[in-house]
């Protein structure tokens, strides 16, 4: 059973994800209503999901942030407000997304967004890139989000890869140098007809037409422009898995 943590001050929001936690067995889970209860409650148990809000009465803004990652746990942020100063100072802290505090309605979008979370646990993910430190740039932030993820650093790695996973649920492919030939791989993963279920999601450069028409024409199933934020990152793959 997974064990949750929320904190949140507002006693009505704590009884909406009471009544939804409560029909879901499976989730063992503790309320904090400040930032010293979840100081308390993260020395007594180990949890693996974080619900908090940005900011205590007893808490500057995203000190509860830190706390979480402190105990090894990218939480989901209700936050009140877009703050672009407060989403930059934070944009090293391991966190899975941040909802809007604007409605007692988005209480239920959370909640199924933690069942998508335990559920991602059995999708497999492939990222191909020729450079280690992007490729664990990839797996850092899709690991926020519970997927397992597996890496090649060549087209050759990579249908190794598939062979040997053939669960695998999509795969991100970025033409980073020679050692990676996208159209040829997109072309060999097509030729396979073990691989149909799979999705592919390609990096480009910039949206020039030829490129993307040819690997979306090769089998491709989308692609996103580089400098992407992580938010279109996690948009794009949970459209294609």
Known sequence: MSKLLIVEGSNIIK?????????DSNFDYDFAGSYAEAQTLLKRARYEFAVVE?????AGDGKII????????????????????????FEGAQIVDYILKNSYNNVPKVYDRLVQ???????EILVVNASKIYRTYLKQNLNLHNFKVLSAANNEEA??????????????????????ETLKLVKNIRQNKLHDNLNILVIVDDSNLYETSALLNAGANDYLVKQFSR???????????
């Not at 940005?54 to 007893?58: I, M, N, S, V, Y």
């Open 117 to 123: 979370l335990k559920a991602n646990k059995k999708i």
């Open 54 to 58: 940005r900011t205590l009465k007893d």
């Open 231 to 241: 938010s279109e990152l996690y948009v794009r793959v949970y459209q294609n898995i």
């Open 159 to 180: 249908l190794n890869r598939l062979e040997l996973h053939p669960t695998i649920k999509l795969i991100i492919i970025e033409e980073s140098n020679k050692e990676i």
């Open 66 to 89: 830190a706390l979480c990652n402190k105990h090894n746990i990218a939480p989901f942020v209700f936050t009140k407000n877009v703050d672009e100063d407060f989403f930059e100072s």
């Open 15 to 23: 009884a909406v994800f009471k009544e939804l936690l409560d029909k």
